[in-house]
DNA sequence: CGAATACCGTTTTTT
DNA sequence: ACGGTATTCG
């Protein structure tokens, strides 16, 4: 076992830390005295309770960079772990900032994923289960060359097994086992650890499944993300030797958004930790909206009971925000129980109150939330103007962006959508990458399923099962099973032929990658001579041409890379999307999705019940779920810096249905000093001054929706709930009014472009005719998505764009 | 085998 | 309403 070959390396790093010595501190400039705090208190055990906005980065930046000319350790002795690699990239550039060269490396900052992956590579063949094979058990052990699984390989997995189960699949979805398996995961539960009262789950086979899931794994030498935590808990559990020198190794440990962390997380930790104790843990307890996804606030809470004597260090000053702006924050948060209780306060100007507005339905919530964005970035009451960057809108549910979506389309406002599918999860991106994997190992069954017939090669279920057939009879992958039944004739005709190439394709492929040819050039030789690159050129949906772009920058990430192996290592756990900066996009994203950032202006819409706090979460989490809810509105005010505008509507289409709500039980715990209730026009007999073309647009436009909907509620009901009447008692100011002659400025060049009948191109909504132009918006006939009004400069011409007539 | 149709589910999402 | 998937039909 060569599991220990670093620890000279080890030895000799910590002697010459204490040479390093003392140094002049420049990191420590302008910390409070919180923060400075937090900074310097090294030793034993501490939590750093830091508040939205109050500098935690800063701190935790600067407490790597004190331990360092501290020469309490050496940047390969620091365990820094994050979450999300964005953090971790963050914390890496801060940190290179601050120390200048002083610092390469921090080997050992990175998420909980990427550092297991680390770990696990180097001890895999600590992992050994006795696995049935041919009617025998066998030991089988982990290789370090494990294959990291994304979902999609492990929902196809689970399928399998619960097909081979016997089991109805519809009943019995995969997709709830891989949520079963993934909760179990969460608590470090192995097959054999599940409670008694949880192995009734999934009608009461689903321990047997995990247990096979887990075999499959092994003798596929691949791990699902729960394993990557599980094993490396495992090994620190069965391996004491092995325990004992990442103890010595790992001096000090800090945590970043502690109070996200699961059971398998806190374990880990506790393992590592258990020696010295030098661990920091990093988190807001008000901020933990992860639950549902097994983040116990438990865990922060607790920390003083797990680890003793452990200083508690409260970060309260907050640099991001208002006083109203946190005064409504805080008023919220109140409402919860049994948090550890923080103060916030700010220097900072007074600035505005939060504004809160009520809506007849969600349409117009987008339709004023549009218009509210364009008078800001013109600049607006004696506010100076605001960049399109500087906005965000805010949504519980990623459906409520439709709304927004459909609108700024309309009025051509731009607006970028975080979120969605990350880049490597995309379909083109993984059928691209399974070909590679292919070409890197050949006995890579579930990368061979998935493009055996990606392009379609004629081989459908029935080649496929004659190819899994043959493969388990001999004892084979599927790629060679596959290259038997070419030779063997056992399937013939077209699909043989087709798959006698894709088997000739990826040995020549192979051999290639053996001779060392440049792996650029040889990622491009797989996509285009497996006809991958072709299949999307042929096809004319709306996504193709941005999916040939994706291929495009895959093909350009690898770049950064030695080899395609090198490649595939890193991507499953490392690539995300960067967006490069454009012109200036209002931002649209979920709460979720907010949290770590900020922006001057914020609008928080759909505070509604049932939609904000979710039924759902309060439905399967009873006061639990209402409290993370309540915790995710509180993240969402805290977002803003100097502008937080509330909203709700009184009906919304929900499922196709339309549905009305009362305002959300968060507008009720507002506090009324920190909040400006403006006076939706119309609603309480009008008496505010709605004037000239943009007044009679408005009824227009609500009298034309209004006569649509008989069913929904009468507005007296809908505004009734005790804390909007009391707010609204307050109301202070009347709406602003959709903004004067708008429509009249026509942009010209948008006009001349294009002429009714003309066929375009939308990279949301695909291809279209124009059928009718109306100032600066065309209405567009698109062949899929329905008719649209657009804004001349988000179409092009469908020639331009690639179709191919007929 | 591949295209047309029936059916289902529908909060939040990282690695 | 809608989009993804599973089944059915040609």
Redesign the pocket.
């Given at each position: 076992m060569t599991h220990f070959d670093d620890s000279d390396a080890m030895q000799a790093a910590s002697l010459s830390a204490r040479a390093m010595a003392a140094r002049p501190m420049p990191y420590l400039e302008g910390l409070n005295p919180a923060q400075m705090q937090a900074v310097q208190t090294l030793d034993g055990p501490v939590l750093m309770l830091a508040g939205a906005g109050t500098g935690k980065t800063r701190a935790l930046t600067a407490r790597i960079a004190h331990l360092l000319a501290q020469g309490k350790a050496r940047p390969n002795e620091i365990l820094a772990v994050t979450?999300?690699?964005?953090?971790a990239r963050e914390m890496r550039e801060r940190l290179g900032r601050m120390m200048g060269e002083a610092v390469e490396g921090m080997p050992w900052l990175g998420?909980?994923?990427?550092i297991c992956v680390k770990l696990l590579r180097r001890h895999a063949e600590l992992i050994a289960r006795q696995v049935p094979q041919g009617g025998e058990l066998r030991e089988i052990h982990l290789k370090s060359n494990f294959t990291i699984l994304?979902?999609d390989d492990q929902l196809r997995l689970l399928?399998q097994l619960i097909q081979a189960a016997g089991i109805d699949?519809?009943r019995w979805?995969?997709r709830q086992l891989a949520g079963i398996i993934?909760h179990w995961k969460n608590r470090a539960w192995t097959p054999d650890k599940i409670p008694a009262h949880e192995a009734q789950a999934f009608d009461g086979k689903g321990v047997a499944l995990y247990r096979e899931y887990q075999d499959r794994l092994l003798v596929l030498n691949a791990c699902d993300?729960?394993d990557?935590l599980l094993h490396v808990i495992d090994i620190l559990q069965a391996n004491d030797d092995v325990l004992a020198q990442y103890r010595r190794w790992f001096r000090y440990i800090l945590v970043d958004e502690y109070q996200d962390t699961n059971v398998a997380q806190y374990l880990w930790l506790r393992l590592l930790a258990g020696g010295h104790k030098n661990i920091c843990c990093v988190g807001d307890d008000d901020q933990s909206?992860?639950g549902?996804?097994g983040a116990e606030v438990g865990n922060i809470l607790r920390f003083e009971t797990d680890f003793e004597g452990a200083e508690v260090i409260r970060l309260e000053q907050n640099y991001r925000s208002t006083p109203h702006i946190l005064g409504a924050a805080s008023g919220v948060i109140a409402g919860n129980k049994g948090r550890l209780g923080k103060t916030l306060w700010t220097e900072a100007e007074e600035g505005e109150k939060v504004r809160l507005i009520g809506h007849w339905d969600g349409d117009e919530e987008a339709r004023w939330i549009g218009e509210e964005a364009e008078a800001m970035q013109r600049g607006t009451r004696g506010l100076d103007p605001y960049s399109l960057d500087d906005m965000a809108i805010l949504v519980?549910?990623?459906?409520q962006m439709r709304a927004f979506e459909d609108r700024f389309l309309t009025i051509g406002l731009p607006y970028r959508v975080i979120?969605g599918p990350?880049f490597y999860?995309r379909l083109e991106i993984r059928d691209a990458m399974a070909y590679f994997r292919l070409v890197v190992s050949p006995e890579d069954d579930l990368a061979f399923e998935r493009i055996v017939?990606t392009p379609?090669?004629?081989?459908?279920?029935?080649?496929?099962q004659t190819i899994q057939v043959m493969a388990r009879a001999n004892g084979v992958s599927l790629l060679e099973g596959a290259r038997l039944c070419v030779r063997s004739k056992t399937i013939g005709g077209k699909?043989g032929k087709a798959l006698g190439e894709l088997v000739d394709g990826l040995d020549r492929w192979r051999a290639e990658m053996l001779d060392g040819r440049d792996h650029i050039r040889l990622a491009e030789e797989i996509l285009d001579e497996s006809g991958y690159t072709a299949f999307w050129q042929n096809e004319k949906t709306p996504e193709a041409p941005g999916r040939l772009e994706n291929l495009k920058e895959l093909v350009k990430a690898l770049e950064g890379f030695e080899n395609l192996q090198g490649f595939l290592e890193h991507v499953?756990?490392i690539m995300?999307n960067e967006t490069q900066a454009e012109e200036p996009k209002i931002t649209l994203?979920?709460?979720?999705?907010a949290k770590g950032l900020e922006f001057p202006v914020v609008f928080l819409p759909g505070w509604e019940d049932g939609l904000f706090p979710?039924q759902?979460?309060m439905?399967?989490?009873g006061v639990k779920?209402l409290e993370?809810?309540r915790r995710?509105a509180y993240v969402g005010i805290t977002r803003a810096e100097e502008l937080c505008t509330i909203s709700f509507a009184a009906n919304r289409?929900v499922?196709?249905?339309w549905q009305s709500a009362l305002p959300s039980r968060f507008i009720d715990e507002l506090p009324e000093a920190h909040v400006e209730v403006l006076t939706p026009p119309g609603l309480y007999g009008g008496g505010f001054g709605a004037t000239g073309m943009a007044a009679a647009q408005q009824s227009a436009m609500s009298g034309g929706v209004e006569s649509n909907l008989q069913d929904k509620a009468s507005k007296a009901d809908v505004y009734n709930s005790p804390g909007w009447r009391r707010l609204q008692a307050n109301a202070s100011r009347p709406i602003r009014q959709p903004t004067e002659a708008k429509n009249l400025t026509i942009d010209a060049s948008a006009v001349s472009a294009f002429g009714e009948g003309d066929r375009v191109f939308h990279t949301k909504f695909g291809y279209g005719d124009v059928t009718g132009i109306e100032g600066d918006k065309l209405e567009v006939a698109f062949d899929k998505?329905?008719t649209k009004k657009i804004v001349g400069r988000f179409l092009v011409p469908a020639a331009q764009a690639g179709e191919v007539p007929f």
């Open positions: 979450f999300t690699n964005k953090a998420t909980f994923h990427a994304d979902t399928k699949e519809k979805p995969p993934d993300f729960g990557l909206i992860y549902w996804r519980r549910a990623a459906h979120g990350r999860e017939n379609k090669r004629g081989l459908g279920d029935k080649a496929q699909g499953a756990l995300d994203m979920t709460l979720h999705a979710s759902r979460s439905d399967e989490s779920g993370e809810e995710l289409r499922y196709g249905q998505a329905g």
